[in-house]
């Protein structure tokens, strides 16, 4: 069976059913609209299993009367099925500053840029979320990536030396 947008909504459904709050399908274009704290699991099942192997942008819109603020917007390609589909995730509830949602960079290292170009034009922050020692320090370093690169470098050597001594 061909993999498409709409077989691939269907999936996502059936196999993550907790996780999707809408599906909508405007024009033959596919957008599944996910709860946050599902968003890397149905994105890595994606990109194994249903071979969304390129995320072509990142982006945000600024509902401003609305609640939740800000749709963040991820477009996905399935290059050997010829399949586009969209994901939406909303955040930003009234009075908070920065919403923060989980990076998709450890399954698409390319929305490392995407992700900071959404925090310098909405404020959207990007939790890495690591279980481990270190993960005091590399969680500092997910915050630090929107900084100067030269700010990053001082992090890392921050936590690999305070790795060493401890």
């Not at 994606?46 to 390129?54: A, E």
């Not at 909405?122 to 030269?150: H, K, V």
């Amino acid at each position: 069976m061909a993999i498409t947008a709409t077989s691939t909504v269907a999936l996502v459904r059936e196999k993550f059913p907790q996780a999707v709050v809408e599906t909508v399908n405007f024009r033959r274009e596919e957008t599944i609209i996910l709860l946050p704290e599902h968003l890397v699991k149905v994105c890595a099942y994606l990109q194994r299993n249903q071979q969304y192997s390129f995320l072509s942008s990142v982006t945000a819109v600024d509902w401003l009367e609305r609640e939740p603020r800000f749709d963040l917007v991820y477009h996905l390609l399935s290059i050997p099925n010829q399949s586009e589909l969209r994901l939406k995730v909303r955040v930003g509830q009234r009075g908070e500053e920065h919403p923060s949602v989980p990076t998709v960079s450890g399954i698409w290292p390319g929305a490392n840029w995407y992700e900071r170009e959404v925090y310098d034009l909405f404020g959207i922050t990007f939790a890495r979320i690591i279980p481990s020692q270190a993960s005091t320090c590399l969680n500092l370093i997910g915050a630090a990536r929107f900084r100067m690169i030269l700010t990053l470098v001082l992090v890392v050597k921050h936590c690999v030396h305070h790795i060493a001594v401890n």
